[in-house]
């Protein structure tokens, strides 16, 4: 094993006297946000909407930095919005948000609700709870949710919500997104 020195992060190979094939250099990391992207698109995530009826008005955005089981007692799952969202700040009055993991065949209904230029909700079937919750049907999973925390982190900030109730789609596969393309999953149990 090698072990690299803070100096040696630009263009240095990790495995020295290994075979050109397996050695790895670590470039400084960019000031640019689209190289920044870029490399971080390399991760496959799931697709969550992050949507609410607000003033009888159907409100939302979609997010691939979600993650679940930032707590199991009490249920709690996360993700990240950028600064200049301009939905977020509506959002973030909502009394309780609805998270629906988009299913495989959501790529569609993904663009139309992260679209600044259209109705985002046009066409789309949806279930709102008495609470406000909204929810894309054919998600693979939803959750009903709360704001328990925002963080400022650089250009985003990271929300932090508990989840009140879930549903489950075990026919439903979820859609993924990774490289600036979407995938389906298949061969799953």
Do not use: K
Request: overall charge negative; proline content about 5%; hydrophobic content about 40%.
């Amino acid at each position: 094993m090698t072990l690299l020195s803070e100096s040696s992060f630009s263009e240095t190979a990790l495995a020295q006297g290994a075979p050109a094939s397996t050695a790895r250099t670590l470039a400084a990391v960019s000031d640019e946000p689209a190289h920044v992207r870029g490399a971080f698109g390399r991760f496959p995530s799931g697709v969550a909407a992050i949507c609410a009826s607000i003033d009888d008005r159907p409100v939302g955005l979609v997010a691939s930095s979600f993650s679940v089981g930032v707590s199991y007692s009490p249920p709690m799952v996360m993700f990240s919005v950028q600064n200049s969202s301009t939905t977020w700040p509506v959002l973030e009055g909502a009394g309780r948000l609805g998270v629906s993991i988009l299913g495989g065949d959501h790529s569609d209904a993904c663009m139309q609700l992260a679209s600044r230029s259209r109705d985002r909700f046009a066409g789309l079937e949806t279930t709102t709870t008495d609470a406000g919750a909204l929810f894309i049907d054919g998600s693979t999973m939803w959750l009903d949710c709360s704001i328990v925390s925002t963080t400022p982190a650089g250009d985003h900030r990271i929300i932090v919500m508990e989840v009140h109730g879930m549903s489950i789609d075990h026919d439903t596969h979820p859609l993924v997104y990774q490289q600036q393309r979407f995938h389906r999953l298949s061969g799953l149990g």
